[in-house]
């Protein structure tokens, strides 16, 4: 089956029109409070996931951001190692680098975002018990009501890494790969994302922009790359 027969390959575009069509949807409608109002307990004044927790944490936050980076190290090994490496795992050396990027670029395209959009996460806003008024993605914050330090919390940093497994969908040329991989980056992504999302660490905004950026980071980088359609295996 080739990739062509998937489709996925030309949904750059309407990916863009998505994600366009995403913050419309977030900045004209109170659906992020909506929802975050359901993952804080204004009574005891607390998140239903606590930062603190050291295990929580372990699972969702430390654990799987070690092991992205133990893959995206593995990922590299194999694109500049000997071809009989990339042969045992039958993934093309194009395939590999594409992987790669996709690792490093959605990560830090997101971390770049954060420094720039000038946004505070849930727990930093007044209605959660934070000391910053809620000002959406492309709104002012009132000239009576700026705050005395900028804000770094959109797009989602630690769903990115998540996402970024979306990377991993074409290193075989097979639909039970190409889906698994999709599932894989998706899976993580939501998780490390939701974990966020419970301890008032993001709002659901900031994790549909990480995943669309993702998909659109991978697209982008198969269509710069170009890997050719039939290589499985070796060092080209």
């Known amino acids: 089956m080739t990739l062509r027969s998937v489709g996925l390959d030309r949904t750059l575009w309407p990916a863009l029109l998505l994600l366009a069509c995403s913050i419309a949807l977030f900045e004209f409608t109170g659906l992020d409070l909506a929802l975050q109002d359901h993952f804080y307990d204004f009574a005891h004044k607390r998140w239903v996931v606590d930062a603190a927790d050291p295990l929580g944490r372990l699972i969702f936050y430390t654990g799987p951001k070690v092991a992205i980076i133990l893959l995206a190290v593995a ?38 975002g954060k420094d720039t959009t000038n946004t505070f996460c849930p727990a930093e806003i007044r209605r959660y018990g934070g000391d910053v008024a809620y000002v959406k993605l492309c709104s002012p914050y009132p000239e009576n009501d700026k705050p005395d330090r900028r804000g770094h919390c959109f797009p989602g940093g630690h769903a990115s890494g998540g996402f970024a497994l979306l990377g991993l969908m074409w290193l075989r040329r097979t639909r039970t790969w190409k889906y698994g991989g999709l599932a894989l980056g998706l899976g993580v992504g939501w998780l490390m994302g939701g974990y966020q999302m419970l301890k008032g660490a993001h709002y659901l905004s900031h994790t549909v922009t990480t995943m669309l950026l993702a998909w659109i980071v991978l697209l982008a980088w198969r269509r710069i790359l170009r890997p050719a359609p039939d290589v499985t295996c070796g060092g080209k």
């Open 75 to 112: 990922v590299l090994a194999l694109a500049v190692g000997p071809g009989r490496w990339r042969e045992k795992f039958r993934f093309g050396r194009r395939d590999l680098w594409v992987a790669l990027l996709v690792l490093v670029t959605v990560p830090v395209l997101a971390g770049l």
